[in-house]
Nanobody, 122 residues
Framework: VQLQASGGGLVQAGGSLRLSCATS????????MAWFRQAPEKEREFVASISRSGGTDYADSVKGRFTISRDNANDTGYLQMNSLKPEDTAIYYC?????????????????WGQGTLVTVSS
């Protein structure tokens, strides 16, 4: 599986962005998927996950503002980000795994996209 993340950019606080995660090789329709992010000089952190059956989970910091979804017919995952804050500034990575036990743990995911930069200005 080869993942391609896109949709990042520069946005003002309060704005919205929609990230996409598509496959160029393979399929992710049977995989669990997640988004992680890494801000400058910080460790990578969990943002949201969606299981192959559609169950979702969110980090407390984004709950109510971000929505993770997937389109299995097109092998694409999404992260809709609303009410963005400067502290959301980071490189966002999508990741997939055939099966996760602890979906909030990055070690569970074997396939990663290259990352897309999100910058939120105050």
């Amino acid at each position: 599986v080869q993942l391609q993340a896109s949709g990042g950019g520069l946005v003002q606080a309060g704005g919205s962005l929609r990230l996409s995660c598509a496959t160029s090789i393979g399929t992710i329709r049977n995989d669990d998927m997640a988004w992680f992010r890494q801000a400058p000089e910080k460790e990578r952190e969990f943002v949201a996950s969606i299981s192959r059956s559609g169950g979702t989970d969110y980090a407390d910091s984004v709950k109510g503002r971000f929505t993770i979804s997937r389109d299995n017919a097109n092998d694409t995952g999404y992260l809709q980000m609303n009410s963005l804050k400067p502290e959301d500034t980071a490189i966002y990575y999508c990741a997939t795994s055939r099966l996760t036990v602890w979906p909030r743990e990055s070690i569970e995911y074997g396939f990663w996209g290259q990352g897309t930069l999100v910058t939120v200005s105050s």
